[in-house]
């Protein structure tokens, strides 16, 4: 009746013929033997996460018990925040940002062209006037762009989606200087709304010696952040905070339910807020800051060869997303799983990443690269424009 | 430094305390033996079904494999339809609703007041109008005041959420007089987009003979089903079908996932679509079948003892959903997790309710009445208003 292949034929000898180097911890390290029981269960978070409901087969009270941890990451009272676990780092923009949007019904929206695409889709799904900020060559937003474009909206509310790691080249947007900006421009605190999109590089920042930190202390709005990239989730799923005066601009209760729509979705996933609160568990705090050092050491030591071997690259201080000149060939970038735009792909360097993958990985493109160029027809190209001239491995620049 | 329980406290023992009667089947019958390996992979459907993306661990064959089941089912050729797998209910009435929007930037919604609260928070997050159209004792929307309020705005497309199963008493809205409502008043096909939110029936009712089909064979914009209820898929999911010719004008294309943005989320659980295959291919259109008429069965079973027993209740013809009075006493709608409004309880029968489980339930409930209303201080409550004055249990109408 369907034409699909028979279940068996996911087979780990199909995916492993892949190898997947950036982005999603694919083969994870779960101790199965209690959470495989759950699988057993639908376990279903409806709601608010602080409100019971009347489904009981629920894991709230994991679900709490991870949002108090970020709540206390990102310096937030307990009796002062409000959250929930997400299905991805979209929800938490799209939440995030209608939040700004009930806080100031006529903001703009403002947001640097290398945010995430779910963040432009917001503004357009909720019909919200957007902006579209520049960004530095390090795809940092450029806030002298940004000032410019504060000066000729000064009449109506900002809401701004701050990065905290871009997809594409991990760049993490300086909070403070944004905030300065606004201030300099005449902004006061209750005439703008900052989401901090930490889908990758919320998680990974607070354990960065000399990143900017990002605290409600500061006059932000929101953080979300992802849970299957740094955390391995083995489901896609990310975790929103907010302040709890704001999410009352947004909630209606909702009777059947003997609950609050405060979320996007209705249904949630019960089973990643029990994985998300094992892993916090099982690392803890020294144990993520470990494999944030391992990261960064992995993805410096990555670009360090790269360029060594004469190919243009970038890696932003804070970050383990390692930017290089696109590959030629489609069969090497999909075997390795990269991501592209332009000219450029990127690897975002994981805790699953090892530098014995790492050297293969390199010793492959080094290898294909003598082939495509090898009868100099085609040229390395120019990716000064992507990563600066001094990052740049084209025939000029190099 | 976390505050919540120990995994190993989420126990059999603890859940089985619990006795849910409606909604979601919690205790699941899969073959966890292939399908539990599969959880040791994130498993990721980044974007577009259609499109490939470049993370590779994805399960997209299945993904399309259902799709097309249930294109097939509502009458939609391959060619013709597009569609996702979604979260939860919640996701695919947002996503139907936006395209209905993006069709007619200035249509009205229209939906009775007895919608899923999502069409309404739809309706605030995309910034539409909104008209709340009156519903009959049935919880049916009522082509009469629909028509009137047609009328008031006849300026203006029509946006419509048809129900396909309300979720308070299961009432399956007449899309035929809805369809011919929109006619008589002068809306041509050109002029309306309807979305039917089956969350709960839209997979029941193919399977029922005397109801009204559901198809893409009449003028109709999207369907959307939960997973996790009827199907039993043990996380929340659901399946949304729209019209290929609609998707173009939500769309944007996405270099860096090489895909398509159509879908609202954008990582995707792809463990769901692998459990919603495996449930298709193991029951196929037959086994659907007989549950269905297991559940219209048990649900007529438990309506006439409910009412045999003296006690208000009604069941609509196309439904399995039983609404009754609503229980005196919080521990006891705690214990059977009924979800309850004003006056009325509801049980939705599932395929894993038993007779056994309906009569030791109307056991308890006879017992609990005879306790709640035994010195005559406090009285049945009147529920006619709710459900009718023939299927009211109060003092005045028995």
């Known amino acids: 009746m369907i034409c699909v292949p028979e279940i068996s034929s996911i087979s780990h000898q199909e995916i492993s013929l892949l190898k997947p180097i950036t982005g999603y911890p694919y083969n994870l390290d779960f101790d199965y033997g209690a959470l495989a029981q759950l699988q057993h269960f639908s376990i279903n978070n409806l709601g608010d996460p602080f409100i019971e409901s009347n489904y009981g087969v629920h894991s709230r009270q994991f679900e709490v018990g991870v949002l108090d941890w970020f709540a206390r990451l990102w310096e937030l009272e307990k009796n002062e925040y409000w959250g929930y676990i997400t299905n991805c780092g979209t929800e938490g923009n799209l939440h995030g940002i209608l939040v700004g949007r009930e806080v100031f019904p006529d903001g703009i929206l403002y947001a640097s062209w290398e945010s995430h695409y779910s963040v432009f889709k917001a ?129 209606r209760n909702v009777e059947y339910l003997a609950s609050r729509d405060a979320t996007i979705m209705g249904c949630r996933n019960g089973h990643a807020p029990i994985f998300l609160w094992y892993t916090l568990n099982r690392k803890g705090y020294r144990g993520f800051q470990k494999e944030v050092q391992k990261c960064l050491r992995n993805a410096y030591y990555l670009k360090d060869r790269i360029r060594a071997a004469g190919i243009g690259a970038m890696l932003n201080e804070l970050s383990s997303t390692v930017v290089f000149e696109r590959p030629q060939d489609e069969e090497f970038v999909r075997r390795w799983q990269l991501a592209c735009q332009g000219n450029i792909a990127h690897i975002v360097v994981m805790p699953n990443i090892t530098i014995e993958k790492l050297d293969d990985f390199l010793e492959e493109l080094v290898h294909k690269r003598s082939i495509w160029f090898q009868d100099g027809k085609v040229q390395a190209p120019c990716i000064a424009a992507d990563v600066g001239k001094e990052n740049c491995g084209c025939a000029l620049h190099k």
């Open 123 to 251: 503004a357009r799904m909720y019909r919200m006037e957007c902006v579209k900020v520049d960004t530095l060559i390090s795809g940092e937003i450029d806030c002298e762009d940004f000032k410019a474009k504060l000066f000729t909206n000064k009449n109506k509310p900002a809401i701004i989606n701050v990065n905290i790691g871009t997809t594409v080249k991990g760049a993490v947007d300086d909070l403070d200087l944004v905030i300065q900006t606004l201030e300099e421009s005449g902004f006061t605190h209750d005439r703008f709304y900052i989401h901090c999109d930490g889908a990758l590089f919320g998680l990974m920042m607070p354990f960065v010696k000399r990143a900017p930190k990002v605290t409600f202390k500061k006059p932000i709005g929101s953080v979300s952040v992802s849970g299957h990239k740094f955390v391995g989730c083995p489901m896609p799923c990310g975790v929103q905070i907010t302040r709890l005066e704001h999410i009352n601009a947004l909630s």
